[in-house]
């Protein structure tokens, strides 16, 4: 039943649909669009027989909600308005260990600002200690508490730790890692308010 679907099983059972349909190869051959929302899109790079994209389309339906609608289950980079998916080398190959599948599929992450999920990593600056960014697109999944925990693991095996919280929101990090006397008065946007605009007054 499609309610049973989890996030997490969605691409596995896609990409096992899609080894079941068109063969081993066609998860890396071809590749998967997940938009901001979690739906995924099975994309085709070169023309698949009319029978065989039905029957994706009707297997498709047993991964819902984390599949899109009929008309975007199984689409071309050109039936989805981006040019930016007609390049060979889009996506990143991301390896998949699952009861349902087992290897790895491509896969275009898309966020709402327009940019992969996904990318891959940038070279070490010269010269720059190792940066670390925890982040994610959905909160209270414990991100910052990782931090916290990984910030403390290192700084109690002698490590230099510099540990920024740019959470506008909701900043936890001071009240985590630091003595109460010693927390900040004020968060990431009180000081760039204050930085960018001195002669406002920002209540205590």
């Known amino acids: 039943m499609a309610d049973e679907t989890r996030y997490d099983d969605a691409l596995p059972l896609f990409a096992a649909l899609v080894r079941e349909v068109l063969g081993e190869e066609a998860a890396l051959d ?50 989805l308005l981006d040019p930016a998916l007609l390049n060979a080398d889009v996506g990143v190959f991301e390896y998949i260990e699952h009861p349902a599948f087992e ?6 992450e898309r966020r709402i600002v327009g940019q992969d999920w996904l990318t891959s990593p940038r070279e070490p600056l010269e010269g720059v200690p190792p940066i670390v960014v925890f982040g994610s697109h959905k909160g209270g999944v414990g991100r ?49 308010l204050k930085a960018f605009f001195p002669k406002w007054t920002i209540a205590s």
């Open 30 to 79: 071809h590749f998967f669009l997940r938009d901001s929302g979690g739906l995924l899109t099975f994309v085709y790079t070169s023309e698949i027989d009319r029978l065989k994209k039905d029957a994706l389309i009707a297997g498709a339906k047993k991964i819902r909600p984390y599949v899109g609608e009929d008309d975007f289950v199984v689409a071309s980079p050109s039936e």
């Open 103 to 108: 290897g790895f599929v491509r896969v275009v």
């Open 144 to 192: 910052s508490t990782a931090l916290a925990v990984s910030a403390n693991a290192l700084a109690q095996s002698d490590y230099n730790v510099l540990v920024l919280d740019l959470d506008l929101e909701a900043p936890g990090l001071g009240g985590t890692l630091l003595p109460k006397e010693n927390n900040s008065k004020f968060g990431t946007l009180d000081y760039l």
